[in-house]
């Protein structure tokens, strides 16, 4: 992935940033499966109320976070070659989390409209998977086109972690803590301020703020269309969704 500078010159200039990276891609490994306990693992193994879908989509998302994890690792003991032969397995893999999105989207969808109705079963989209996908995209999107461009793309790439962090953080604060859930807006909101201070103190260092306004840029997308979730005009999107797709 890396060949517009020498491999010592990157490893110098990003060797903190990489190592910080290590241990929150650790962390969040820890924390969603802490967070996903009560709701997932401690179902084994009947899994009583969840379906393949969900089964698929822990496995794709499992793999994908050990791969976030290996990959800096690989940067920081020099395997170069290792980690760009991970990066291009992302090319497979990434799909698949995708299609587990969409899926579970779907398993979501399908149950909520047996229990809440159309109108509820529609809005509750807004939070699944279907928003998450194209979030994800982009920063994948923009995390393989920038691969040459170090300092974008272990950015990007620590983005997509802190997305990915949602989830189980929010479970987690619910579930082990016995916070409310408005305690997961406000975990949204902190994460958006780490992200803010983090972008602020690359134009300190006169680095680029772009990486991290197009994250900030997801982030206040899906405060718009959280609270909007009953709006005609997104009933009218998941209901295309899933009348079409569904």
């Not at 995708?98 to 159309?118: D, H, Q």
């Not at 997801?218 to 569904?246: D, R």
Request: overall charge positive.
């Amino acid at each position: 992935m890396i060949h517009s500078e020498s491999s010592h010159d990157i490893l110098k200039k990003n060797s903190g940033i990489t190592t910080r990276l290590i241990y929150f891609f650790i962390f969040l490994l820890l924390i969603s499966i802490a967070g996903f306990y009560k709701t997932y693992l401690v179902k084994f193994p009947n899994f009583d109320g969840l379906t393949w879908a969900h089964h698929f989509h822990g496995l794709v998302m499992l793999t994908w976070i050990l791969m976030l994890i290996a990959q800096p690792i690989f940067i920081r003991t020099k395997r170069l070659e290792w980690h760009r032969l991970v990066g291009k397995t992302s090319y497979f893999v990434f799909p698949l989390l995708l299609l587990s999105f969409f899926l579970v989207a779907r398993a979501g969808y399908l149950r909520n409209i047996k229990t809440i109705g159309e109108t509820e079963a529609l809005a509750s989209m807004g939070f699944s998977g279907i928003p998450d996908m194209f979030y994800i995209s982009i920063l994948y999107g923009f995390g393989i086109y920038y691969k040459k461009k170090t300092s974008f793309h272990l950015r990007f790439f620590a983005c997509i972690g802190l997305m990915i962090l949602g989830p189980g953080l929010g479970r987690f604060l619910i579930t082990v803590c016995g916070m409310p859930f408005a305690a997961v807006g406000a975990m949204i909101g902190v994460i958006a301020l780490f992200a803010l201070g983090w972008m602020i103190s690359d134009i300190l260092k006169k680095r680029s703020a772009f990486p991290l306004a197009v994250f900030l840029a997801i982030i206040a997308t899906s405060f718009v269309i959280g609270p909007n979730s009953h709006s005609s005009w997104w009933q009218s999107f998941a209901g295309w969704i899933a009348s079409h797709l569904f």
